[in-house]
């Protein structure tokens, strides 16, 4: 005999709506949080579930287009490669790594978003020693970015193959967005560049923006759905004219 | 899992090309144009690729998993977009666009469990499977459907539980593998 959670009475009949994903956003979290205390709607919603499970299987198939799977794969091997670059430890959760980096990268080696975004920076601070220990220029060419994000400073530094978007005090994507950096070329439109990167709990960000940036007009930013975009899908929040 | 959580690319493609189909079948059904539906699967596999660590294989296949994802995703597309607010007022809209949905798939394979699944919801009384379909292959609240069919939220609750009750019970224990 299970006994009902709390609030079971005003719930109860919301089992349905809940698997269906029919609950309204602001019942949606009293719900789940009524659902782990509730071991009658738990029963319920396991037993349920298998028909709502079983419902996307009454779809008749439709192969996706190649073209998907190509656009999928290239973003998800440019990241496995930045991450490799990065080191195993890179997606692990901060906790685990604290111990071992306390005070260097700190706690926001979160998710692989992030950890890109620090692979990004990694690759950045190995350039730099390469250059540095080749005897390369190892002083940038700095310009100012516009951005749209209030108080927030964004510099380029330019550098003959390792150019590096600076930012202090920007704000985190909005959402489960992120930010993504693209080339712009004089009368062209936008490229998409596999640079995906977030903020810092304190705003900051070193950010690498690959090859050389000769011939190219501004370095763009904005905020796109996880994975990036092909073209922009908003405007720009940083812009960096090379000139 | 393992794999594809530690940033291993070829297992990820193993996972895609395993879900792939089923994960774009059901978001192109949901959203009624190729093009959204690939942004949803896009979007979908991307984030299990940035987040295989959430897979619990206590809760379920990976199938099954996969699919939630994508269906998220794809309720998420369709109340952000304009298609969704032009289709909410109008009743009409909804039933053309459900059933056309089933006519421009004449020529997809049929998977013998899809045939299972379809009698289990065709057998539903048309109240009931109306509302399920609503909800979960149209995106709408139980809210939005109760304002559209001019019935009330507690009844609409109600058709959604006793149908999925009757298709539990159709499908029976072990005739649908949901591996």
Redesign the interface.
């Given at each position: 005999m299970r006994t009902p959670g709390p609030d079971h009475e005003r719930w109860a009949?919301?089992?349905?709506?809940y698997?269906?994903?029919?609950?309204?956003p602001e019942e949606r979290d009293g719900f789940a949080s009524h659902l782990e205390a509730c071991p009658v709607c738990r029963h319920d919603a396991e037993?349920?579930g298998?028909?709502?499970?079983?419902?996307?299987?009454?779809?008749?198939?439709?192969?996706?287009?190649a073209a998907?799977?190509d656009?999928?794969?290239s973003?998800?091997?440019s990241?496995?490669e930045l991450?490799?670059a990065a080191g195993?430890g890179a997606?692990e959760p901060p906790r685990e790594r604290a111990s071992k980096r306390r005070g260097f990268l700190g706690g926001w080696l979160l998710?692989?978003?992030i950890a890109l975004a620090c692979a990004a920076v990694l690759l950045v601070a190995g350039g730099l020693a390469g250059s540095l220990l080749a005897g390369g220029d190892p002083e940038p060419r700095t310009v100012v970015a516009q951005t749209t994000a209030p108080g927030a400073e964004v510099r380029l530094e330019i550098r003959d193959e390792a150019s590096t978007l600076v930012a202090r005090g920007m704000p985190a994507p909005p959402g489960d967005r992120i930010y993504q950096v693209w080339i712009k070329r004089p009368g062209r439109d936008p490229e998409p560049t596999s640079v995906l990167w977030s903020t810092r709990d304190d705003g900051s960000a070193e950010v690498a923006v690959p090859g050389s940036l000769e011939g190219v007009e501004a370095v763009l930013v904005t905020d796109e759905?996880?994975?990036g975009s092909e073209a922009p899908t908003a405007a720009p929040v940083i812009t960096a004219e090379t000139a | 899992m393992q794999l594809v959580r530690r940033g291993n690319a070829p297992a990820f493609e193993v996972i895609y090309e395993r879900h792939s189909q089923a994960a774009f079948s059901l978001a192109y059904r949901m959203a009624g144009t190729r093009g959204v539906a690939e942004d949803v699967v896009q979007d979908a596999f991307l984030s299990i690729w940035r987040s295989g660590a959430r897979y619990e294989r206590t809760r379920g296949s990976v199938r099954t998993w996969v699919l939630g994802i994508v269906h998220h995703r794809a309720i998420d597309a369709l109340r952000r977009s304009f298609v969704h607010e032009r289709r909410r007022a109008s009743d009409e809209g909804i039933e053309e666009r459900l059933e056309t949905g089933e006519r421009t798939d004449v020529e997809a394979a049929r998977h013998e469990e899809a045939s299972t699944v379809r009698t289990a919801l065709g057998h539903l009384p048309s109240e009931q499977s109306q509302v399920i379909e609503l909800a979960y292959f149209g995106g709408f609240t139980h809210t939005e459907i109760a304002a559209m069919l001019d019935t009330p939220v507690g009844t609409v609750k109600g058709r959604m539980r006793l149908g999925l009750e009757k298709m539990r019970h159709a499908l029976g224990t072990g005739q649908v593998s949901l591996g």
């Open positions: 009949d919301a089992v349905g709506s698997l269906l994903d029919a609950l309204p037993e349920l298998v028909a709502a499970d079983a419902l996307p299987l009454s779809v008749p198939l439709v192969p996706p287009p998907l799977k656009r999928i794969m973003v998800v091997e990241e496995a991450l490799a195993r997606d998710r692989p978003g759905p996880q994975g | -």
